[in-house]
């Protein structure tokens, strides 16, 4: 398996500008999770998906940042319009409902608004 | 609200040391344990997954426990190597919520 594949693997862009990152999850998980890190604040979730259904989007900090979840191969996460605030590494997980058997992490976006 | 906890932040050891790794969650009705290792750069490579019904999972130089009754597990990295070094997280998954609590991870240094 080619586990979770996230593009771009970097994004530079300028502030006001719409950006999109994707999400193709590991094939026949059903959980979807996307994950900010910052050095200050760590690790936080954003978002999570099972089903392709949100569950808990209370860590969207903003109404600048959505996400969907149209079928079960990809996910996109949208920031419109990115603020230099939003420039942190996000990252991407899958698993089966449950997380029984563990959570896979994609190698991430690093995001740089300038 | 689960918060999980891992002290020390960094951690600077000898070649060949056992390193010991930390980490602390207040709730205790967690549903598995899992700890990751990230490289400088790089993303969350999962290195040891424990359930809530078991104690421990060991893989090769690794062993890490689980005491759901104290809100502890313990990462154990056997005779430690330079390949070691790198920031060390450990995350609980809570039973309902299905989703990932993250420590602040330990950043280890293994000095040849």
């Known amino acids: 398996d080619a586990g979770v594949i996230q593009s771009p693997r970097h994004e530079v862009t300028e502030m006001g500008q719409e950006v999109t990152l994707r999400c193709k999850p590991i094939?026949?998980?059903?959980?979807l999770f996307w994950y900010r890190q910052t050095m200050m604040r760590g690790l936080e979730l954003l978002i999570y998906?099972?089903?392709?259904?949100?569950?808990?989007d209370s860590g969207m900090p903003e109404d600048r940042f959505s996400a969907k979840m149209p079928n079960a191969s990809f996910s996109t996460l949208k920031i419109q319009p990115s603020e230099p605030r939003d420039s942190a590494v996000y990252f991407c997980?899958?698993?089966?409902?449950?997380?029984?058997?563990?959570?896979?992490f994609g190698s991430g976006t690093r995001l740089t608004v300038v | 609200k689960q918060e999980v906890t891992q002290i020390p932040a960094a951690l600077s050891v000898p070649e060949g040391e056992n390193l010991v790794l930390n980490c602390s969650f207040t709730?205790?009705?967690?549903?598995?344990l899992q700890w990751f290792r990230q490289d400088p750069g790089k993303g969350l490579t999962s290195l040891l997954l424990?359930?809530?019904?078991?104690r421990e999972q060991t893989s090769g130089r690794l062993n890490a426990s689980l005491d759901k009754s104290s809100g502890r597990s313990t990462l154990y990295i056997a005779a430690s190597q330079p390949g070691d070094s790198a920031t060390y997280l450990c995350?609980?998954?809570?039973?309902?919520?299905?989703?990932?609590?993250f420590g602040g991870g330990t950043r280890v240094l293994v000095k040849p």
């Open positions: 997980a899958s698993s089966f409902f449950g997380g029984s058997y563990g959570y896979t």
């Open positions: 094939s026949g998980h059903n959980s």
């Open positions: 998906f099972n089903n392709n259904v949100p569950i808990d």
């Open positions: 709730d205790s009705a967690i549903y598995n």
């Open positions: 424990i359930q809530s019904s078991q």
């Open positions: 995350a609980a998954i809570k039973a309902a919520g299905n989703k990932l609590t």
